[in-house]
């Protein structure tokens, strides 16, 4: 499981930034909207994966070898990437919003 980890955040490492910037943007929208937003999010996140399908494609088909001679797919480093990247930012959800009171977002 430690190998694993290890060649998902080598995987993740060089698309981090566009990820963070999609999940910023994202959680600036959540905050802003409200959590009536999310399934757009999740949408932009989305737009983020094909970003970091594109630019590992174009720029990173040299490095999969390394990939594919420790026994992963580049399939499953992108769904072990994309998964986790989701994971963290379904967290960061649930943080940030249970310790800001909904009520303030409700019209009653």
């Known amino acids: 499981m430690n190998k694993t980890l290890t060649l998902v955040w ?10 963070l910037i999609f999940t910023a943007i994202c959680l600036v929208s959540l905050l802003k909207i409200g959590v009536c ?5 999740l949408i932009i996140k989305a737009l983020g994966y094909a970003a ?32 986790c990247d989701l994971a ?12 800001i009171p909904q009520h303030a977002h409700l019209k009653g």
């Open 37 to 41: 937003f999310f399934i757009n999010t």
């Open 52 to 83: 970091m399908l594109f630019y590992k494609n174009y720029f990173g088909s040299k490095t999969y070898m390394f990939y594919r001679n420790a026994g992963y797919s580049i399939s499953r480093m992108y769904v072990y990437a994309c998964s």
């Open 10 to 19: 080598y995987f993740y490492r060089p698309v981090m930034v566009v990820d």
């Open 88 to 99: 963290i930012y379904v967290v960061i959800i649930a943080l940030l919003f249970s310790f």
